[in-house]
């Protein structure tokens, strides 16, 4: 039973345009979210997080929204970058001080110059 | 300051061989954790240390045991592999439980 899903395996854009990854969730508990960014051949690097009492966290050109009632969170990517090309995970946890995190399955993210 | 360094970077065993994954770290980082990442499965938990002495089951503990030698090395050893051991072996480091540094990973061929 896959408790943080990824549905779509992969993605591409523009370079400039917005970059959208939706991850969706069925546990009801999970309180904390994190976005990794993993290059081939690379272990993935930690981008941004959110805790369930937000809504949204901006780092730069990258943006996580929150919806609590459906489930889902998405990572908005603006302006894309060629760069930015790699797989996006998104990952949750019950509680900010756990130790376990149940990673999606990932979306390939390929951004076009 | 190299981060988190794993070894060996690929490895290939025969079934009921057994070899030992070796990370460390050299961010002073009080945490670190075993991932196993599988096509279409995302990062699994397999082990994680919370600090220096002490060891935890995650996600996916069978067929694995853990040893944290000291803060900076955390190892994992598969006693007697298995076909369904082939995957790529994550090792991370962090100063908290929200923040994770990754190594560069171990592909494992178990035949």
């Known amino acids: 039973d896959q408790q943080v899903k990824q549905n779509s395996p992969s993605l591409s854009v523009q370079e400039g345009r917005i970059s959208i990854l939706n991850c969706d969730y069925t546990n009801s508990m999970f309180d904390y979210f994190l976005w990794y960014k993993k290059y081939p051949a690379e272990g993935p690097t930690f981008l941004i997080s959110i805790s369930s009492i937000k809504d949204k966290n901006e780092d730069g050109r990258f943006t996580v929204f929150l919806n609590k009632s459906a489930k889902h969170l998405s990572l908005h990517i603006v302006p894309s970058q060629p760069g930015d090309s790699a797989v996006y995970f998104c990952?949750?946890?019950?509680?900010?001080?756990?130790?376990?995190?149940?990673f999606g399955t990932g979306t390939r993210l390929k951004v076009l110059a | 300051n190299a981060g988190v360094t794993q070894t060996p970077k690929f490895q290939v065993l025969k079934t009921g061989q057994s070899m030992t994954l070796q990370c460390a770290q050299d961010?002073?980082?009080?945490?670190m954790y075993w991932y196993r990442q599988d096509p279409g499965m995302g990062l699994r938990l397999i082990y994680y240390s919370a600090s220096e002495g002490t060891t935890d089951k995650g996600e996916v503990p069978n067929g694995y045991n853990v040893s944290r030698l000291n803060k900076r090395e955390f190892s994992l050893r598969l006693e007697s592999a298995a076909p369904s051991q082939t995957s790529v072996y994550f090792c991370a480091s962090g100063p908290s439980t929200d923040t994770q540094y990754f190594g560069p990973g171990t592909r494992l061929t178990v035949l």
């Open positions: 990952a949750a946890s019950i509680s900010s001080g756990t130790y376990k995190y149940i």
């Open positions: 961010m002073n980082h009080n945490s």
